[in-house]
């Protein structure tokens, strides 16, 4: 299966998924890497390993149905079957939404729907996490919808919080735990086991 990572940032997810893949733990292919910001360190991992990366950003077009048919185009052109969100910090057009209906997935930094939303992303969500008070937080896998941070829950797992943490050491206690599930759950997809219905994502049996 062809998979587009779109990245912002540093690309330590980008990196965890490359690994699956070499290691085998993944029957995927990452055909390209697009993000907005030229900058990312998810664009010099993709082109290091050989993959398309393309910096795609809203301002080089003069109008949202330029950029959206740049972005689709792009996606059709390598038979893109998944889009995985790597620490991407634009939302995703609601036509590129609709032509990949449950085909999008975001990983999050904290058990969704809390510390989620417009803002929260990266430390932003760590310091909120410690500021709150909660005794736990951790990683959640959903699909992407219209909406920051709110459609269907496809994997959540939970860590503690102590009482000696900082942004920085939580964020890092996360970050090994979305690099451990983040694979696991693209391999859900790309093996077709997942069922969405409504908000309910159910994942078949073996058998
Ligand atoms: C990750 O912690 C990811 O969960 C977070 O950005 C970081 C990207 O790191 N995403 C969000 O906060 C989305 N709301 P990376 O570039 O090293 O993969």
Known sequence: MNIAVFASGRGSNLMAILN???????????SVVISNNSNAGA????????IDALHISRKQFSSDEDYV????????ARNVELIVLAGY???????????YPNKILNIHPALLPAFGGLGMYGMNVHKAVIDYGVKITGV?????????????????????????DTPETLAE????????????????????????????VMIKNED
């Not at 699956?20 to 990452?30: D, Q, R, S, T």
């Not at 206690?173 to 908000?199: M, Q, T």
């Open 20 to 30: 699956a893949i070499k290691e085998g733990k993944l029957n995927a292919k990452v």
């Open 140 to 164: 959640t896998v959903h699909i992407v919808d219209e909406e920051y941070d709110h459609g269907p829950i496809v994997m959540q797992k939970a860590i503690e919080v102590k009482d000696d």
């Open 89 to 99: 910090m634009k939302k995703i057009p609601p036509e590129i939404i609709r032509e």
């Open 43 to 50: 664009l010099t991992i993709a082109k290091e390993n050989g």
């Open 173 to 200: 206690r996360v970050l090994k735990i979305e690099h451990e599930i983040y694979p696991e759950a693209i391999k859900l997809f790309v093996e077709g086991k997942v069922i969405v219905s409504g908000r309910k």
């Open 69 to 76: 048919k740049k972005i689709l185009s792009e996606l059709r």
